[in-house]
């Protein structure tokens, strides 16, 4: 097992440096000249030549790739051109946001997908199923941001029954140590502050976790149709065991071990839904600092951004293969 | 010495009582079985019809629309209240800039399916050229490249087509490109995958043994045997496709040409006037939908219909 | 009109299977079929009016080529038939209890405890994510209310009562860790775990290597004669039954073609079909170079019961009349069989020849 887990963190390294790579020359194939380009349309010449100085456009480029390097190993991401704060910071104060709302989401896909898949496995072909599998497909053809439109005129605009947009209600004033404010306000006792921040998040949740949703569903569905034909599963019948047993024991537990798989690689899809659902629902995150940053074409808030996502994507897929090294014996000695 | 080929009989499958249907199938080539799967399947005709419908208003959008694309002549009307749908004239009412939306969404469906198409075949030729590089040729070319695609593949796909088109600049062609190149790692681990996994298939070892010439093996094999697989994720692409077209476009990274209509501007452009104009984003939005959902049910009929084991 | 004769049934001339078996068989097969009904396709019958009786302590082969119904028969004794698309009729009695249309309460409680089955393919039998210590375990819990401890220990000596080498460890590992044979070992411990009144097997050698089929043959053998588990042995392989069956049942399209005493059978086959099995064993007592007779055609060019013999097709013996009439199975020459134009000599000498 330990094995396992020090093989596949060593694969990420030449990952990890091949994406350094490729964000360092994104920059410098910007046409024309990479400062100026920076810069957008704020470029001035004081401005253009400060940052030649700060990045050393004008040194050969493999120098330049080791001062990118060597600022990166030292903590140092660069500066926002539009907001002249660090990248890092930026990210670190908009992440706590972000990983509320995919929270929301993967609970929602979990959650509600493992069940209803299982249930349409074990019953393939019954009405109830049909009407699954329809509906996940309507779920994985919407596209994210017209469902947060819709969720937000409906149920905020329409029927008033959530807040349509931020993190919490305007008159709310309360401490926040922490910065995910559902925990913050239940950290200082403050649960009409928490309760609120909840509710703040149930929409942009639900548009971010439709998707994971209706492919967890799909998946497990799959997987266990599949489980349930399989010869151990009749062996597991011809002992009589339990139908519990054999439901728990025997299907499930063989049916999950593709599912825990997707839901790591969905975690990719939400964080890139960030950037889609916050800026319908004015969440100040990362995905909609990127947005900002889109706009104005920021590229060291996008370079550094992608980066931070790429890293926290490839430790949390680490993560799934080596909690599914934990659940399938059969990883651990191959 | 004859073997006798009943001196150990087949091992009966417990629960294969009806021995027919297996002689039945392997008479038939694969493709025309897969014909007559797809042709029963009912996902594969909704699919199927909204395709053919979704390429046909995309083909004949100047036949079939009402007015010019670019025309805002009626900016009058669409202050305060945007014309609704009642109106005989405007059949799905005005967007705020003037301008007719059916003949926008028409217009609409031409932009997705050229996007749509063109960015999965820059994703698929660049994706099966990687693929088989590495695949067919193995060892330090196969590392190298399934390194580079892994390092794609660790920045989520949406994010992978911002950073190209956000690099590129706002354009049609710089769609294509970002959507397209996103495309690139799923196509390359496919064929890859389908290449290795048919080099190692009894049919390419007994032609290896034959002393068959490897370009006729990968041509006469393996390639055809990778056709279905790479069919089925095209169709799927193309769904992801036309919903990221209009996600980045969402996102402003789209075709900057006000003349050129493209729905998930439409809807960006109507979302702020949801409150009191809904169907300004919601055509477009459902129009997305749809043909999403279309070319979707068609991949997976596809794949059901190429993939007989995986039927239930 | 003929009455239907049960196989297994003793006949007239003295008994050759082991005494003390008692005269009230273990289980009684009356008139089993299953029947396999799809949407948009003709029905198939499975297994059509199949009949026969185990004794305890007795051993009986149920002989036949893929699709001849002998594994469905022990999937729907067992009552693992899948629950759609599958009408079974007839009876089977367990030991006065009837097993077909039980509630699944009982059904539970009889599998694994009195009814236990070994299968084909070892390699996909047993779960993969799970050790083997504790699937055998489960079911010592389940049957004989055993603790954990107490199924531990019971789970070692179950290992080395099937030839598990280092029980004590093995107890621990997954399945992906131990080779095919050890597999179907283990397969075995815990189908006798719970030292079941019948065990059926169906095909337990098929899979595996043939060094290794005759030592899991041998094991079984070794395991339950002596005991008074009843042992149904479901093979394509004569050979199989040779060694190791009392009785033997040959099916050939869902219906019993001939049943018989095992040296009956083997020392002169009667049924055409049998006639042809036994040609197509390699055998060590025959002069080198002799070629082995396969049976002509396959088990698909077959014709319904209803309209003949189902083996006529394939039939060296073949007349007018197998194809238009349907043979019963009628007590003949020690055995039942249902042949209009049996054997006459032994096929293995000369080939098959007409009667």
Known sequence: MLRFAVRRIGLMVPTLIGLSLLLFFWVRILPGDPARSLLGQRATPEGIERLNELYGFDQPIWKQYVTYVSALARGDFGQSIDLHEPVLDAFIDKLPTTIEVTFVALLLAVAVGIPLGYYAGRHQGGWLDTAIVSTSLLGVVTPVFFLAILLKYVFADQLGLLPTQGRQDARIDVDHPTNFYVLDGLITGEYAAAWDALQHLILPGLALGTIPLAIVVRITRASVSDVVHEDYVRTAEAKGLYAGTINRRHILRNALLPVVTTIGLQLGLLLSGAVLTETVFALDGIGNYLYDAITVRDYPVLQGFILFIALMYSIINLLVDLSYGLIDPRVRVS | MTIAPTATLPPEGPLSPDGPTAESMAGESLWKGAWQRLRRNPMALIGGGIM????????????????????????????????????????????????????????????????????????????????????????????????????????????????????????????????????????????????????????????????????????????????????????????????????????????????????????????????????????????????????????????????PKQRR | MTVEYVPGQPQSQPQTTIAGHGDRPLLTVTDLSVTFTRRGRAPVHAVDDVSFQIRAGEHVGLVGESGSGKSVTSLAIMGLLPRGGVEVAGSVDFDGQELIGLDTATMRNLRGQELAMVFQDPMTSLNPVITVGRQI?????????????????????????????????????????????????????????CQPRLLIADEPTTALDVTIQAQILELLRELVSGSQTALLMITHDLGVVAGLCDRVHVMYSGRIVESAERRQLFARPRHPYTGGLMASIPRLDQPRGVPLTPIPGSPTDTLPWSQGCAFAPRCPNSEVDCRMHTPALEPADNRALRCFHPLTTDPRSVGATHA
Not at chain 2, 141 to 162: C, E, G, K, N, Q
Not at chain 3, 162 to 182: C, E, F, K, N, T
């Open chain 2, 52 to 307: 053919a419908v979704f390429v046909f208003v995309a083909l004949f959008a100047p036949l079939l629309a009402p007015y010019e694309p670019a025309s805002t002549e009626w900016t009058e009307l669409s202050t305060p209240f945007f014309v609704q749908g009642s109106n005989s004239e405007h059949l799905l009412g005005i967007d705020r800039w003037g301008s007719d939306m059916l003949t926008q969404l028409i217009f609409g469906a031409r932009q997705s399916l050229i996007i749509g198409v063109v960015s999965t075949l820059i994703g698929l030729f660049a994706g099966a050229l990687l693929g088989t590089l590495a695949g067919g040729l193995g060892g330090k070319v196969d590392t190298v490249i399934m390194r580079f695609v892994d390092i794609l593949l660790s920045i989520p796909s949406l994010l992978l087509a911002i950073s190209i088109a956000a690099a590129m600049g706002k354009s049609s062609f710089a769609l294509m490109v970002a959507i397209g190149a996103a495309q690139i790692p799923i196509f390359a681990r496919l064929l890859r995958s389908t290449m290795l996994s048919q080099s190692r298939s009894d049919y390419v070892l007994a032609a290896n043994a034959l002393g068959l010439r490897r370009r006729n093996i990968i041509l006469g094999h393996i390639l055809p045997n990778s056709l279905g697989p790479t069919i089925v994720q095209a169709t799927l692409n193309l769904a992801t496709a036309i919903i990221e077209v209009a996600a980045l476009s969402f996102l402003g990274l789209g075709e900057d040409d006000p003349a050129v209509a493209e729905w998930g501007r439409m809807i960006v452009s109507g979302q702020d006037r949801f409150q009191i104009a809904p169907w300004l984003a919601f055509y477009p939005g459902i129009c997305i939908a749809i043909t999403a959902l279309g070319f979707t049910l068609l991949g997976e009929a596809l794949r059901e219909a190429l993939d």
């Open chain 3, 137 to 193: 375990t489960e079911v010592l819990k389940r049957h004989r209310d055993l603790d954990k401890a107490d199924a531990r220990t019971e789970a070692v000596d179950l290992l080395t009562k099937v030839g598990i080498p280092d029980p004590a460890r093995r107890v621990g590992d997954y399945p992906h860790q131990l080779s095919g044979g050890m597999r179907q070992r283990v397969l075995i411990a815990i189908a006798l775990a």
